[in-house]
């Protein structure tokens, strides 16, 4: 692994959106970190499957954490390290094998999280529709996704996805509460719900930012990198940050509470990349 200063965590999401082009410029910038050799670990709320054609399309060839910080994944032989198992005394493996990954689990693997939403909806008597549950018609109309993607989108190693079917919301807020004293963590995207237990950004990183100072022998700043919806989920956990503002979410990008010195960017001014990349070279 090659010397550098910083290490990137961005929040992808809203850069490669499920159904839109990414973000113009991307690839490029892309392509200018793996030429000055800067790791860039990209977050994501998809699964490992659905992930796998942004990440070829975009050539990205580093760790990942999907699922919302359910786990962080590793391609083959990236550090040559064995990862160190965080919590020795909860007898978890430290890592799993996934596909052609290796994967360091934060959230409790499938079928913790369905057995418990299952549950919980059972014990509430507020119904709940997982999309493992559906048909394939019937998952193509609840996601808005065309078949193969609507598949995938089902897929997952941790998390289960689900919507309310019909609740009021005082019913949802009942069930959401209950969970919450259940360990079971929720996060809402649209319509839709995941729900898993255990799920953490902070550990996801706190995981990477020690295989990384060991492959390094020093330790590299980590740089948060988001849209403001992505940013309160990634910015408490990094050193620098920097937010990626678009005309409306520029009136509230300084409304990042606890979070010091974040840098903004436009997201769609002309320069961004070339900006975001002066200001990753800059030290505060």
Request: hydrophobic share 40%; proline share 8%.
């Given at each position: 692994m090659r010397q550098t200063s910083s290490v990137l965590y961005i929040a992808v999401d809203a850069l490669i959106p499920l159904r839109r082009s990414s973000v113009p410029g991307l690839d490029e910038f892309i392509a200018a970190l793996d030429h000055e050799g800067i790791p860039a670990v990209w977050l994501t709320s998809r699964s490992r499957?659905?992930?796998?054609?942004?990440?070829?399309?975009?050539?990205?060839?580093?760790?990942?954490?999907?699922?919302?910080?359910?786990?962080?994944y590793l391609p083959e032989d990236y550090f040559h390290l064995r990862p160190a198992s965080e919590a020795p005394r909860t007898k978890k493996a430290p890592t799993l094998r996934l596909g052609r990954f290796?994967?360091?689990?934060?959230?409790?693997?499938?079928?913790?999280?369905?057995?418990a939403l299952?549950?919980?909806?059972?014990?509430?008597?507020?119904?709940?529709?997982?999309?493992?549950?559906?048909?394939?018609?019937?998952?193509?109309?609840?996601?808005?996704?065309?078949?193969?993607?609507?598949?995938?989108?089902?897929?997952?190693?941790?998390?289960?996805?689900?919507?309310?079917?019909?609740?009021?919301?005082?019913?949802?807020?009942?069930?959401?509460?209950?969970?919450?004293?259940r360990n079971l963590q929720f996060r809402q995207h649209g319509v839709l719900w995941s729900a898993a237990i255990g799920p953490s950004v902070q550990r996801c990183i706190r995981a990477l930012v020690k295989l990384?100072?060991?492959?390094?022998?020093?330790?590299?700043?980590?740089?948060?990198?988001?849209?403001?919806?992505?940013?309160?989920?990634?910015?408490?956990?990094?050193?620098r940050t920097i937010l990626l503002t678009d005309r409306k979410s520029q009136g509230a990008s300084q409304e990042q509470p606890g979070i010091p010195h974040v840098q903004t960017l436009p997201l769609h001014d002309p320069g961004l990349w070339e900006r975001l990349m002066a200001a990753i070279h800059t030290r505060n």
């Amino acid at each position: 692994m090659r010397q550098t200063s910083s290490v990137l965590y961005i929040a992808v999401d809203a850069l490669i959106p499920l159904r839109r082009s990414s973000v113009p410029g991307l690839d490029e910038f892309i392509a200018a970190l793996d030429h000055e050799g800067i790791p860039a670990v990209w977050l994501t709320s998809r699964s490992r499957l659905q992930f796998d054609d942004p990440r070829r399309k975009h050539g990205h060839t580093h760790p990942f954490i999907a699922e919302d910080g359910c786990g962080v994944y590793l391609p083959e032989d990236y550090f040559h390290l064995r990862p160190a198992s965080e919590a020795p005394r909860t007898k978890k493996a430290p890592t799993l094998r996934l596909g052609r990954f290796t994967c360091i689990p934060v959230a409790q693997p499938l079928p913790a999280a369905p057995e418990a939403l299952q549950t919980l909806s059972q014990d509430t008597s507020v119904p709940v529709v997982t999309l493992r549950s559906l048909s394939p018609r019937e998952l193509v109309q609840n996601t808005g996704l065309p078949p193969r993607e609507a598949e995938l989108a089902r897929q997952r190693d941790f998390d289960d996805i689900f919507f309310f079917a019909g609740a009021s919301d005082e019913q949802v807020q009942r069930f959401l509460t209950e969970g919450h004293h259940r360990n079971l963590q929720f996060r809402q995207h649209g319509v839709l719900w995941s729900a898993a237990i255990g799920p953490s950004v902070q550990r996801c990183i706190r995981a990477l930012v020690k295989l990384y100072d060991r492959a390094l022998r020093y330790h590299a700043h980590t740089v948060g990198i988001a849209t403001p919806d992505l940013g309160a989920s990634l910015f408490p956990f990094c050193e620098r940050t920097i937010l990626l503002t678009d005309r409306k979410s520029q009136g509230a990008s300084q409304e990042q509470p606890g979070i010091p010195h974040v840098q903004t960017l436009p997201l769609h001014d002309p320069g961004l990349w070339e900006r975001l990349m002066a200001a990753i070279h800059t030290r505060n």
